[in-house]
T-cell receptor, first 113, second 113 residues
Framework: EAEVAQSPRYKITEKSQAVAFWCDPI?????LYWYRQILGQGPELLVQ????????DSQLPKDRFSAERLKGVDSTLKIQPAELGDSAMYLC???????????FGQGTRLTVV | AQSVTQLGSHVSVSEGALVLLRCNYS??????LFWYVQYPNQGLQLLLK??????LVKGINGFEAEFKKSETSFHLTKPSAHMSDAAEYFC???????????FGAGTTVTVRA
């Protein structure tokens, strides 16, 4: 069964270090989302891609976060420098088209120490 | 702006009893409404989605939700709880027919034998 792949599953990093997460959506899915889920809260949207273009990054803290999807397939989310408050689960989701069901990956759990 | 409020962060039910999870939304335009389930350290799985086709929406695993515009509610129910229903449940809203979602804080369901 096709699924959204994310790696790593778990990451521990020291504050002020750089960290990156990778997402490989389901093949053929043009729309890709990154969400951040702080413990005890619901996910919040960070960025939305349509193919290789950013559709919405209004909630992305651009001073330290960046996201790219260079060839319109897999995507990388980077944080530099990491802060203690960035500790969270980072979820990637993809859809065939914007209005079709989104499938979520298992997420990357980041702990900043 | 759009948001959802989930009433009750924790719900405990006996196996075989009714599951009722409450969600109220605020939206300046007719919304698209969703319920997701999340098992520990997993991504989110769509239970059901309201898109104005019918006010009573049936989803997977025996869950259903009713859209009540007058009450701005979209409560999730299941007639008979099973041990496998123990998880966290999120209500979400989208202003457009895509998966750029605003999530509630979540409700954790425990099922007692």
């Amino acid at each position: 069964e096709a699924e959204v792949a994310q790696s790593p599953r778990y990451k521990i990093t020291e504050k002020s270090q750089a960290v990156a997460f990778w997402c490989d959506p389901i093949s053929g899915h043009a729309t890709l989302y990154w969400y951040r889920q702080i413990l005890g809260q619901g996910p919040e949207l960070l960025v939305q891609f349509q193919d290789e273009s950013v559709v919405d990054d209004s909630q992305l803290p651009k001073d330290r976060f960046s996201a790219e999807r260079l060839k319109g397939v897999d995507s990388t989310l980077k944080i530099q420098p990491a802060e203690l408050g960035d500790s969270a689960m980072y979820l990637c989701a993809s859809t065939l088209q914007p209005n079709t069901e989104a499938f979520f990956g298992q997420g990357t759990r980041l702990t900043v120490v | 702006a759009q948001s959802v409020t989930q009433l009750g962060s924790h719900v405990s039910v006996s196996e075989g009893a009714l599951v009722l999870l409450r969600c109220n939304y605020s939206s300046s335009v007719p919304p698209y409404l969703f319920w997701y389930v999340q098992y520990p350290n997993q991504g989110l799985q769509l239970l059901l989605k309201y898109t104005s086709a019918a006010t009573l929406v049936k989803g997977i695993n025996g869950f259903e939700a009713e859209f009540k515009k007058s009450e701005t509610s979209f409560h999730l129910t299941k007639p008979s709880a099973h041990m496998s229903d123990a998880a966290e449940y999120f209500c979400a809203v989208s202003r457009s027919n895509d998966y750029k979602l605003s999530f509630g804080a979540g409700t954790t369901v425990t099922v007692r034998a």
